[in-house]
């Protein structure tokens, strides 16, 4: 079934993604990305790896540190849950034992939210991260899906949209570089890698 | 002989205990290769599970929740407040997590642990997201105050949830506490004083009430949760603290009395969750909420009998 949308797109549509990643952006970080999908806009910056660990960490492997920075104001439980999601998603892709003992600092500053924020920054996150050369096993994908009160999938909602649907998913997904590995590393079981979900957050009833 | 034989078991013992200190991955694989933990349980089986209603008996409804070790206390405290302009008919829920220093080794005093907002935000928007509680029910606009046109109030829910002890699995527990608080919810009378605000009502006040006596609060479909950790094939339902902290993958799942699907929660982690692991997970989960809802209405049928 067909659902319209007030700007326009297929269900299936993303919005118009603006990507940027060089020192050109924040000259003082080892990496940096800017990251839009339309309106929503989240800058973000790396730097690292720089020698020590927290107490609490393990030194054995590097460890990453995740700050969130909204566009006002202090940061609350929303931020705090956001920085735990996007830690736990980072440590995942990157290869933490080639550089022990050190720190890796990621910091996200959002410019913009009209909707999708938390993988638009992952987005951003992971560019940043490829800009600073800091080794990784894959890439990640980051997108929203919403489900209206008929059970349509839409992709990619605006903030107007999010408040309007019953429900709404975050998905991360692996990304892998196919023309290194050989064609049989790419399965794990029956599935290819691919369609292993990294990182999920839902919001509202789905059946 | 006897001496030989007392010397043999302290070693073997040590021995099991200094591997499991060093190479505690490798000793939990061991266990996993023979589809057992190292407490004794299945893969997919919970740890025991106890609720206790009225624990505090100065709040308005207050529970008591044991799984395992991890225990979580929850009180609610009703007041009358103005709604927002926004929705002027509805009341509010707010939901508080606190981990206080006695329940872990690695929560220090003064600082919030890093834990207590995430938890509390995922149990905000699980309890909103089920639509567990009609906010419309907690207005105070219509019935016998329909005549006061100029009227203005609703209750609000204050929940706190304290973590006495943390032992894997806090999302969990700290989910039954407050849905056990809120079935155990008594919402109290209020009545009109002289200059025209609504109070509540302390004993036997002459005072007219606004609405009826107390009353328990509806509630729609009941979320529940069950904590997985995927660990290369293996599936671990409802993990201690030492399994969290070891196998880093969690996924948590909320489906509520009516079978669906609240909250797919899963931060990260090196394990891919695949559609076959997802299913196993939903399935366990439906295990578990039919387990809990069993325990919930026991322990509400008590309490009714009592009173």
Redesign the interface.
Known sequence: METDRPDSQTPNQLRPLACSCSCSILHRSHGSASWAQRETKVLAAVYGPKAGTKK?ENPKKASIKVIWKPKTGQI???E??YE??L??????ICIRTIYPNTTTLVIVQIVHDDGVLLPCAINAACVALVDARIPLKHLVVAICCSITDSGCIILDPTKDQEEKMK?F?NL?F?NTIVSVLPEGSLQ??S?T?A????????????? | MGLSNASEDLSSEMEVDAFRRLFPLRYFERHLAESIRPDGRPLGKARETSIFLGAVASANGSALVKIGSTTMLTAIKMEVMTPSLESPDEGCLAIDFHMPPICSPIVRPGRPAEASPVVSKQLSDTISSSRMIDLKELSLVGGKAAWMAYLNAAFSIMQDIYCLDADGALFDAALISAVAALSHLQIPAVAMNDDGKIVLVSGEDGQKPVNKEKRKLTLRSIPFSLTCILHKNYILADPTAEEESIMETHVTIVLDTSGQLISLYKPGGPALAYTSAIQDCVGLTGQRVKELKSYLDKENSAMEVVV
């Open positions: 609490n609350g439980k929303v705090k849950e735990m999601i830690k736990r998603t980072l440590e995942s429900a998913i991360v692996p794990e079981g599935e890698m369609h292993g979900i990294m990182t999920s957050i839902t919001q509202g009833a789905m059946s």
